[in-house]
């Protein structure tokens, strides 16, 4: 991946290759990302995306390849628990399905890993929850339960739980895939906004207007591989591949 900034890479990967016994999913991915870079990661189901999204912040280990998060390097297979602690800090990462503790409260369910993780004293997790409420425009929920909340809430509560912990990096994973389409809007808003304040996010989306319109640098995945990338405009006006033609032909 090309990038313009001439600062170090927040992110770093290099012919990263992952295996489920016998099934090789990721194939020699490499790429780069810089501070306030929006990346869209598209194809199609099954091609290495997701799986390549848990290798960042080792929710997968990885059998080859390097990975550098904040200028330190990340084994593919065993860590002691604080470094890996320290990683997931500064990767955060918002998934498919919402992982919300159904017995906590939004505002609860926000306050936990910072209390817990960063030792943060409570008023000081309850105000960065409440701020991050806000920000997804959700401050008048946080006495909420998960069960009280429409799918697309929890998903904005589960972008405003991964802020709570200050990431230098976000990963979502196809994010608004289980949602109905009346509310896929509203997490996609929530997104653009914080790509607008130049946080750092790779985004798995079927999203194309998103990708198009949102992202700097756009990486389609095909068999494990980064088949093609480059800017929106180039990605999604003049595709190269017959594979990327093929998949945009039926977005």
Not at 44 to 73: D, H, I, Y
Not at 150 to 170: D, E, F, T, W, Y
Not at 211 to 227: C, D, K, P, T
């Amino acid at each position: 991946m090309i990038s313009t900034s001439t600062s170090a890479p927040v992110l770093q990967c290099r012919d990263l290759h992952k295996s489920y016994g016998d099934i090789s999913v990721l194939r020699g991915v490499s790429a780069t990302v810089h501070a306030g870079d929006v990346v869209s990661i598209i194809g199609p189901s099954g091609c290495g995306k997701s799986t390549f999204l848990r290798c960042l912040n080792r929710l997968e280990s990885f059998e080859q390849g390097s990975l550098e998060v904040m200028g330190q390097a990340v084994p593919g297979t065993a860590m002691h628990w604080r470094n890996l602690r320290q990683l997931r800090v500064n990767v955060g990462m918002v998934f498919q399905q919402f992982n919300l503790f159904p017995h906590l409260t939004v505002l609860e369910n926000l306050v936990l890993a910072p209390r817990q993780v960063l030792q943060l004293s409570l008023a000081e997790c309850e105000q960065r929850a409440r701020h991050h409420l806000e920000q997804v425009g959700l401050a008048h929920r946080s006495a909420a339960y998960p069960a009280q909340l429409s799918g697309g809430q929890k998903q904005r509560v589960a972008i405003a739980r991964s802020l709570c912990m200050n990431p230098a990096v976000m990963l979502f994973d196809e994010p608004t895939s289980a949602l109905d389409p009346e509310l896929v809007v509203e997490v996609l808003q929530v997104m653009r906004l914080l790509a607008e304040t130049g946080m750092t996010m790779l985004v798995v989306t079927h999203e194309m207007r998103f990708a198009r319109e949102v992202s700097n640098h756009v990486l389609f995945f095909n068999n494990g591989l980064i088949e093609e990338e480059g800017k929106p405009a180039d990605v999604f006006t003049t595709p190269r591949s017959e594979r990327l033609k093929s998949f945009l032909s039926r977005q």
